[in-house]
Each structure stands twice: as C-alpha cells, then as structure tokens.
C-alpha cells in the first residue's frame, strides 16, 4: 500500500514537471519575464546572425556561409546555456516545437521557395525535377531505408523495425535548398543547374515529409507490409490532394484581384493584407484535410506569382516580393538557429555511434542512386544535345546536404517512435544535419570551381551542350521514337504534356487568370 | 490509507487533464490537423473581416466599423462552435491566451501607434496629452477603484478587496484606440481633438498596464497599503526605465543605420530586417528587465520613426512603413476577432448583474474626472487662444470605448486573483468592452457630428480659438507668469520644457543620429 502511495506521488511530481508554465500559477509578470528573456536572446542571434553573415559574404569567405553561421551561433549559444544554469522557465522557450516550426515558420521558407522560382529555367526543366524529386526522393528513401534495416540484420548497427527503417529513410531524404543555393547564386552557375537543384531540393521535402507520414500511419496502426499498394495510393491520394488544394487557392486568389478592383491607390494595405493571407489559407486547408500542407503552399506560391502577382498594382507587387523575402529570410535563419541551440540542449544516445556511421555512408549511396539512376532515366528520353552533363550530376549529387526538415521530421519521430528508437534516429539525424551543414555547406564553393560549373550560364566548356535558351521544347521528338523501348515512349509522352501545358497557359489559363492576354509570356513559351 | 490513494490518484487525473496537447500522445499528424482546422477557420474570419469592413466602408456605414464587425463575426463564430460540439483540440487553438496577445499581438500594435504618431500635433499638444494619459488616468483608476470599493461597502455590488479593486480600476481604464481613430480619420476632424484622442489612447495603455502590474505585485506579496509612496515610486521607476530603454534602443538602432551603410541596392532585405527585428528587442527588453514593453516599444516607435527612419534607403523607407501598417492591421483585426470569439466560448458568471451596471455608471464618472479635471488643469496654463475647449473635452470623454488591452488585463486577473474575484472582474470587463465597443463605436460619427467637430482642422466656428500652425511654442509666457499659482508656474515649467525640447531636437538630436542636418525639421519645430 504505502508502495503504492510512492509511486503515485512521484507520478505527481514527473506530471507537474511536465506541465507547461502556462498551466501553473507563477506570481504575475514573472513567466512574461521569461519569455522576455528568452525572445530577447532569440532576437540577439538573429541580429547576429545577419550581421554576420553580411560581413562574411562582404569579405568572401565562402567556407562558412550564413546558414552554417546560424547553426554555430545556435550551438555555441546552446552549449553555454547548457552549461551555465538557465532557469527552466527561460529554456522552455528555446525548445524546438515541432509543432510551431511546421505551423509558422515552414510556410513561409516554402512559400518564397515556390514564388521565387524562376519559371523558365524551371518549367524548361520541369520532367528533370519531378523525375529527381518523385521517383529519386522515393528510390532514396527505399534503398535507405533497406540498407539501415539489412545493417539492423547484421547486427552492423542498432536494429529497428522495417516500417521505422523506411521512415527514417524518408526523414533523411529530404535535402535542405537554403545553403547549398546561396552560394550558387553567389558563385553563378549554369541556370539549369540551379534550377534543377533548386527544384529537385524544393519538391523533395514535400515528398519526404508525405512519404514519413504515410510511414507513420502504417506504423501506429501496425499494419506494416499488409498491403504495399494501399500505401502507395494513400501517398498518391496525399500527393494529388494537396497539389490540387494548393492550385486551387492559388487560382481563387487570381480571380479575386482581377475581379475585386482592389489595385486603386488608397486600398494599397487591404489588398496586402488578402494578398499575404491566402498562402496561409492554402497550408491550413490542405492540414486541415489531412493533406499536406507543404505541398499545398509550394504549388499556390507557383500560381500566385505566375497568375495572381500580375493582378496587383504596382506598389503591392513591390511590397509583397519584399515581404516574402523578408520573412522567409527571417524564418530561415531563426530555423538554424534554434536548430543549433535545440541540438546543443537536447539529451542525445550518443552510444550508437556504429548507426551515425553507417547511416552516413547509406545515404550517401542512397543520393547516388536517386541522382545517378534518374538522371540516367532523364537522359534516355533528351536528345543528345539537352543530356545532363555526368558534371552536372555529380553536383547535384555533392548538394545534397539535410537541414531543418530532416530535424523537425526526427523530432516527431521521437514521439511517434518507441522509446530507444527515436532517440537513436534523432540523434543520427542531428549529427548528419550537423555534418552536411558545415561540410558541405563550407565546401560547395570549392567543389563547383573543381567540377568546372562556375560561370554565368552557357558559356565555358559545356554550354553548347546545355543550353537554356533553346527551350525544353525542341522539335526533335519524331526522330527520337524510333528507338522502340516502351518505358522511353512514355517518358516522351510526359514530356510532350509538359510542351502542352506552356500552351496551355498560354493560350487559356494567362488570358484567364489575369488582366494580361498572354502575349507577354510569350517570351517564356516560345519553342 | 485507501483515501489517501484516492486523493492521489485523483491529483494525477487532474494534472494530465492539465498537460498541454504537445505533451501528450496523439496519432501524429492528427494534433497538426486540429491545429490546421482552427488556424483556418481564424484565417476566414480575418479575410470575411477585411472584406467586411471594406465593403462597410465603402458604403458609409459608419455605425458598424470595422472593429465592431470584427468583435461580431468572432462573437457569432464562437457562438456556433460553443452550440456546435467542436473538438476540444480544435478549441485549444481559439482560447485567448494572453500571453500570445501580449507577447505577439501587442507589440506591433503598439509600435504602429508610435511610428505612426504625426509629430507635429503630437508635440504641439504633447503637455495635454501627457496630463491626460498619466494624471488623467491615475485619476480614473482611483476614482474607479474607490467608486467599486464603497460600492461593495454599501452593498450596492460585489465586495472585493481594496487592492482589487484599484487593480479593476487600472486595467478598466485602458481606452482602445483603433476604432475611434478610425471614424475620426474618416470624418477628418480637427487635428488636435485627433492628436489628443490618439495620444491619451496610446499613453494610457501603457499607464494602465504599469498600475495594473504594480497593483498584482501589491497584492500577491500581500503588503497592501503598508506604503503608498513605495508603490509610486516602483511604478515612476517602471515607467521611467521602460521610456528610457525604448528611447535608447530607438537611438542605437538610428546609430546603427546611419553607420552601417546598408541603404545601397542589393542590401535592402538585410536593412529591412535589421529594421523590423529592433522594435521587438525593444519590447523583450523591456519586458526582461521586469519593465513594461509596451511603453518602451511605443517610445522606440516614435524615435525610429523620428530618426532610424530618415536613415533607410528610399526603397526601405516605403517598405518598412507599409510593413508596419500591415502587421499592425493584421493584428488589430486579429484581435477584436479572437476576443468576440472568446468572449462566446468563455464561461461568465452573469450572477453579478449589479456589479456589471454600478461599474459602467463608475468608469463614465471617472473618465469625465479624467478628462473634465485635465482639460481644466491644462487650460490654466494655455493661453487664452490654446484653450481646449469644452466640445473637445466632450468628445475626448465620449471616444473612451474598452477594448483589448483591457480584456486583456482583465483575462490575466482570473489568474492573479481568488477565485470568485477574477472572474466577476473579467465578466464585467468583458460586458462593458463589447457594450463600449459596439454602442461607442457605432455612435461615434453621430457624436462628432452633433458636437460640430466635423471637418478638416482649421476652418468653422474653433479654428480661431484652436489653430495647431502656430504652434504650441507661443511666444506668451511672460505676460501669463504674474498669475502667481504655484501649481500654474510648474505646470508653466514643464510647457517650457517641451519647448526646449523641440531645440534640442533640431540643433543637436537630428544631426546627430540622422543624416540630416536639422534643416529639414524646420517646419515641424518652428515656433
């Protein structure tokens, strides 16, 4: 009995401990105290952060760019903070929260990722990056996936179930566009290349995190492996759903500021205001039904600049490119920032260092095979003078480095996942988030001047083999059928739709959607 | 024994009731959609708010403005959901916390009050409107706070303790700027009667949240009256702490940006976040230092705007200033919105009807001795021409609606406060900030129509007798010196220190924290 009494007063006691500060009863103004002091520090960093990394892209040190910045900031600070004894009231604010990184501060960082697409250099290329981020994101997860599970079976790491294996293959498949693309916009690459990076890093995480829910749904009802093509389906459905949720807004929104009259000077604030909510309202629909919001917003951010973006006066087309930028800009560095204090707080299982290792080494071959086998796939169906170059693969290859998706993923694995199991896959993805951070992000500069892909556009050595401005559109389909496989008709057949959409828009959705009659776009139509 | 387990396991029920969602366990991706279901429905009820106002506004509708219609539509949704069976995780989403609203809300609400502050007719009627916001509102706390304490005395209502009721008294006397504001702005009224009903709006905020702060720390250590002069001089010490910090980090940040050379071309995202980070250091500052942010963040607001401002690139000047507006926009509509829905879902104590009328007729007798004991106490010292006159005074005792700040205040009382105590206060709060609201706010236009103070500044039958161009400097102190009073020669002094501020404005502050040399001021500062 008295046992008894124990044990349930020290369930008490871990109950309290876990209730958040708000819950409790401090004397007043104290806990706003807190908070106060720990957005006080948040905000130093971020000034810090800018600050610094101004100056080092003012004095070209390309080896730390800012996100690798953020990140140490965010660990030196963390590691202090660790140390000293911060009141815990001050460190509540500091946890990372998946919740609020996937609610306030992943919208925006994805939204600006999909207005600020350049639309020709991406839709030029568009089969490539579905192709990498489709059918490479899912062959990557796989083959992670496999591998970490065979090396559970071989007792050459910590073993885990198949279905966490896979899920952790999909955390892990999603590539981080924030650094590695600063530095290419620093360096000037071939604008394909960028494109296809920045498309391919864009897409994925839409992909992964579908793909990692899809996983966590078949594992929390345990019906693993029952029937592999229902997963599938339910991913497409997720997939589909949200792709047509978020065009759909987008086109809501387009009609609304053509029809609405609102581009008159004096209604300049109301129409910013509708304009910068229905990104928003695109994410939370899609959340809302249970569909991916992510994807949601990325595709609503395209059709919002290609269609609705024109619709707005002048001033508020200068203000709301601004203000996108501002806050992505403004959420991303804060990302690496509490990534890093979060990484340099949190417990971690450092007693499985063998998973850390080998789970390097299998994403490495996992990203060998999303990149190599579908830029192999892209190159059976391009004629001979659009292939991509095996430079070009290898730099895509190299750019894979995993950020704050990666983390926020094995955060919530860590919930989601039996005890043991979620701590070792979130401390293997903080160490490889780590390590790609500052390694690759140090050293991507170096690689793209080793492989000879610095330089504005079509110039150098590989320019008459890639070039933009010829169109994605080539006339050369009739010569290319003759070579009879199936799987390379199909591919073609996809790429011709790709060739009718730009009429398409052309002809009906740009006369539609916005004020223009779609002559202006002709530059970006042409064949 | 077995009691004792009972009781126990009892506490345990209670305490995991309490946890928060984030610490429990829910299928994942099924919390996120909670999330995604309430953001969403706020998204709607902010765009159905826009365009409600916008269309209201567009056909004069002037007895429903925009923050009564907001109130409405949050008072109408809550109304459904609360008949309605809506999931509890949904509901969590919707609860007015206020911690968000002062943390989140508050600040860009407030820095948009300052920043947005005309200069001119705010120093020319700044010893007016600091009489009216500090002594003024001073008063009807502890008019208000008396009135409720006799009232329970005699039985005529709910008997709370002294120090509550000054506490009632503090947070009930916050007035709302943003509705009347924008009637007036509508009608275009006389500048000054805007100046003063604008500045005694923003300043008593900021007075009435330091009494309300100083009253609770009164109260829960329980020395309640032992020493009236400490608790003036903790909050003299928080008032003036809070202006000095907003003013200094308002002067570093004008430094910084002068200095820095950020207003070239290609670095104007970094100078707009740079920019736009710095009110809200001030703030958490401010709130860190166990001070109050809000008046530190009104008093950053109005030097970044005084001096940071002219030292922005011409491209940031347009952006941050339309930033601002749209932050704050957003927020205020935000807010009148989640307090409607709010006021719906929360549970009243509606026993205490009579504690509900005695305490309107209360705060209409104290804001007429605000206002009426002010205007008398200013006018001794204005020159017969400077008078405010007795129909300006009407109008500033009318446009005193409650509004947020004091649901606010009132809202964190049920936390200070013993049970029963809290909650009547924050019944009668809410009662009197939706009547306020809605009556006030709807019959503002009718009031300033019947008072004749329709119509642009100077002209019909006040311009003479309150004319802002000459200034508030008038060269007619001498003559008004020989009238003896002491109260009137301090009164005098400090008239003559605002005058010499404006100087010390223009030949030593301006030059030294902007890039201008003074020379522009010349219209604001002349006498």
């Known amino acids: 009995m008295m046992e008894e009494i124990v044990k349930l007063q020290h369930h008490v006691v871990m109950l309290q401990q876990q209730i958040s500060p708000e819950n409790s009863n ?43 910045a953020s990140l140490l900031i965010g660990l ?94 999909a955390l892990i498949s999603a590539t981080d566009p924030v650094t590695v693309l600063s530095i290419f916009q620093e360096f000037g690459t071939d604008m394909n290349l960028y494109a296809l990076v920045f498309g391919e890093s864009v897409l994925n995480d839409a992909m992964a995190i579908s793909l990692y829910r899809t996983m966590a749904s078949v594992q929390s009802h345990d019906s693993s ?14 997939f589909v759903g949200s792709l047509s949720s978020g065009v759909g807004v987008g086109f809501i929104s387009a009609l609304l500021f053509k029809y609405a009259g609102l581009d008159v000077e004096n209604l300049q604030n109301l129409e910013c205001c509708l304009f910068v909510l229905f990104p928003y309202f695109s994410y939370m629909l899609a959340e809302g039904l249970g569909l991916s919001g992510i994807v949601s917003i990325l595709f609503t951010g395209m059709v919002m600049k290609h269609y609705t973006f024109s619709n707005l006066s002048e001033n508020s087309q200068r203000f709301v490119a601004a203000f996108f930028h501002l806050i992505s800009s403004l959420a991303e560095t804060f990302v690496f920032i509490y990534m890093g204090f979060d990484i340099a707080m949190e417990k971690h299982s450092w007693s499985h260092v063998g998973f850390i290792f080998f789970s390097i080494l299998f994403i490495v071959i996992a990203r060998a095979a999303n990149v190599f086998g579908c830029a192999y796939l892209v190159n059976l169906v391009r004629p001979a003078n659009r292939q991509i170059p095996v430079k070009h693969q290898k730099a895509l290859w190299y750019s894979g480095l995993r950020g704050a998706m990666a983390f926020a993923l094995a955060l919530q694995s860590v919930h989601d996942l039996p005890e043991g199991h979620g701590q070792t896959i979130f401390t293997a993805t903080t160490a490889i988030v780590v390590l790609t951070v500052l390694l690759i992000g140090g050293s991507t500069g170096t690689m ?8 504005d556009a079509n110039d150098g050595p590989l320019g008459e083999s890639f070039d933009g401005n010829t169109g994605y559109i080539a006339p050369s389909y009739d010569e290319g ?17 790709t060739a009718s959409f730009t009429a398409l828009d052309r002809n009906y959705l740009t006369p539609f959607f916005t004020t223009q009659n779609g002559d202006v776009e002709e530059e970006f139509g042409k064949t």
């Open 448 to 455: 793209l001047e080793a492989l000879q892909v610095v330089g």
């Open 76 to 169: 030196i600070v963390g590691g202090l903070a660790n140390i000293s004894n911060t009141e815990s009231s001050i460190r509540t604010w500091f946890n990372f929260h998946e919740e609020f990184f996937f609610l306030f501060l992943l919208p925006p960082i994805i939204f600006q990722s999909g207005f600020s697409l350049a639309p020709k250099p991406f839709f030029s290329n568009f089969g490539a990056i579905v192709t990498f981020a489709i059918v490479g994101t899912f062959t990557a997860s796989v083959v992670t996936g496999v591998l970490v599970y065979l090396g559970g079976l071989t007792f050459l790491m910590y073993r885990l179930p198949f279905v966490e294996c896979l899920m952790f293959g």
């Open 225 to 238: 492996g029952k029937n592999f093509f229902m997963v599938v389906i339910r991913f497409l459905e997720t």
């Open 481 to 497: 059928t003759s070579s009879g496989s199936r799987l390379k008709m199909r591919l073609k057949e996809f790429h011709k739709s």
């Open 26 to 68: 401090p004397p007043p103004g104290k806990e706003q105290q807190a908070a106060g002091v720990g957005i006080l520090l948040q905000i130093m960093m971020l000034v810090l952060s800018f600050v610094l990394g101004h100056v080092l892209r003012r004095h070209k040190v390309y080896y730390l760019p800012e996100a690798s």
